[in-house]
């Protein structure tokens, strides 16, 4: 019996131990290129094994769900700070730097914020008022440590162009910001609160299908706009939500240059590639459940990651730093059969670590 099941955990050791002894890690490999990061839960930062594995390949972190705002104020006057507190103490203890994410979204946001006491929507300067408040709060606890800040979230709608009353493409998505204001005034307002909160931070506007042209070319017109009028916006995060299929390295290299045009700092913030054709953040999306993963999808997905880190090394210059999001597969957000990420459900490099490491 025991024989059995010393085994599998000789195995187990032996591929740990090879892994622990390889040279370089990916934050050393791309030193010269980028930060590599990674999103992290609370098992990710208090598990040895899974925390030893974030320190010794990562110099940038964020954290998954628990800095956003229904995570750290989910009523009026009310915070909770637990979670982010212990990601923001492990990033201060280990060295590691941490992008604040997310300010203000659609989702996970603290409804309560967009409503008066009969449940009516508020006015937009009460909203500004609660939302200036929250961003105030939130980036006067991290500023010691949060180098850069989420500021908005997918903002921008997906779909065709859709013609206002004047025939302009209407970009915004129709959130609770979005009907409470008409106009993207609540955008602005947010980054302006986060400059004033924390001059030093860099302030980015991160969204997801950014290689969509469509999709991109909204994201450039308003950023474009914006930063013309004063707004104080510092990057475009690139989610990166990607499959094996898509985008397109031309797509993905026509964004980048676009964004590179209009910022100084770009960051791929979210990057999985899955093994189906979904992509994109939107939380409707099959987890591929029980699916076997096939040689073909695994030599494609990693044609797709050696494709975009080469295009990423390219633009090193406006490219800063480069986040998966998740640490392994068993962590991801799309489930474990997506196949995702390259290190696998028992925390081990795939072979796709590799390629993505020893690019040269
Ligand atoms: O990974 C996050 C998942 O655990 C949450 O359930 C989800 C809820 O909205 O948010 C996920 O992260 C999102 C990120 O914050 C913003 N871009 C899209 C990501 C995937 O939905």
Known sequence: MKRFLLLPLCALCLAAGAYAQEAQSLKDAYKDYFMIGVAVN????????????????FNSMTAE??????????????????????????????????????LMWHNQMCDWMFYDAEHHFVSKDTLFQRMRDHIHTVVNRYKDIVYCWDVFNECIADGPRRPDANGRDQPLRESKFYQICGNDEFIRKAFEYAREADPHALLFYNDYNECDPVKCDRIYTMIKTMKAAGVPIDGIGMQGHYNIYGPSPEDIEAAVSKYAEVVDHIHVTELDIRVNREMGGQLQFSHNEGATVTDEQKHKQEAQYAALFRIMRR??????????????????????????????????PKPLYRVIRDFE
Request: glycine residues 4%.
């Open 315 to 348: 633009h090193a210059d406006k490219v800063n730093c480069v986040t998966f999001w998740n640490l392994s597969d068993r962590d991801s957000w799309l489930g474990a059969d997506n196949y995702p990420l390259p290190f696998d459900r028992n925390y081990q």
């Open 42 to 57: 609370q098992r990710n930062i208090s598990d040895s094994l899974q925390s030893a594995l974030v320190k010794r390949e």
């Open 65 to 102: 769900n628990d800095m956003k705002p229904a995570s750290v104020h989910p009523a009026a006057g009310r915070w909770t700070w637990e979670r982010a507190d212990r990601i923001a103490d492990f990033c201060r203890q280990n060295g590691i730097k941490l992008r604040g994410h997310t």
